[in-house]
């Protein structure tokens, strides 16, 4: 837990300390001011996990899908499941973040961007992917080695540990473990 964060940083920690499965996410709904409901949900809960708090959260969703759909849609819509997220809305449920094994076991459909990338995405898209991320062509074959044995855990994990020059000796369990180790490296 490191406290709250601002909408301003998110760009930056999206950068430098989310893992691929929410830079992806990420990424897609500044590019497409839209993301389906597996998509909020999956990165919705983590941006909660990663401290933004509720009124920020509106403020970041609704600035990106009220470019697609106009704010009033936004409101009527999308605000609610938002809320909801943070337990303020039904059954006031504090919904938590999805682990690895959840969103690994997932199921995205044609035009969903929800999933895990080294499960879900072809083996071309997730080279270029982890190429961006500025992991080198000899670590790019160990994940690549890890993807083909079904460890996507361990494919992950080896990409933080190449990404960070640092070992993660825990593995990598929970994309807001991912994202907390990352800090507590880069702080
Ligand atoms: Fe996300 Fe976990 Fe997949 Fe890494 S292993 S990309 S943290 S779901």
Same mark, same amino acid.
């Given at each position: ?29 500044? &590019? ?6 597996? #998509? +909020? /949900?999956?990165? $919705? ?77 072809? &083996? ?6 982890? #190429? +961006? /991320?500025?992991? $080198? ?51």
């Amino acid at each position: 837990e490191f406290g709250e964060i601002s909408i301003n940083d998110l760009d930056q920690l999206a950068e430098s300390s989310f893992p691929l499965c929410m830079r992806h996410l990420f990424v897609k709904l500044r &590019e497409d001011h839209h993301l389906k409901h597996g #998509g +909020r /949900m999956q990165l $919705g809960l983590f941006l909660k996990g990663v401290g933004l708090k509720l009124e920020d959260a509106l403020a970041f969703w609704k600035a990106e899908f009220s470019q697609k759909v106009g704010a009033e849609r936004f409101d009527k819509e999308y605000a609610y499941s938002i809320r909801h997220n943070y337990g303020r809305e039904g059954k006031r449920t504090d919904y938590t973040p999805y682990s690895c094994q959840k969103i690994i076991s997932s199921t995205p459909g044609v035009g969903d961007h929800h999933g895990c990338p080294y499960r879900h995405f072809s &083996e071309e898209n997730l080279r270029a992917a982890i #190429g +961006r /991320m500025g992991v $080198g062509s000899r670590a790019i074959e160990d994940v690549m080695d890890k993807v083909r044995n079904r460890h996507y855990q361990l494919a992950c994990t080896l990409t933080f540990e190449a990404v960070h020059g640092s070992s993660c000796d825990a593995g990598i369990n929970h994309p807001n473990q991912y994202f907390n180790d990352s800090q507590k490296i880069l702080q």
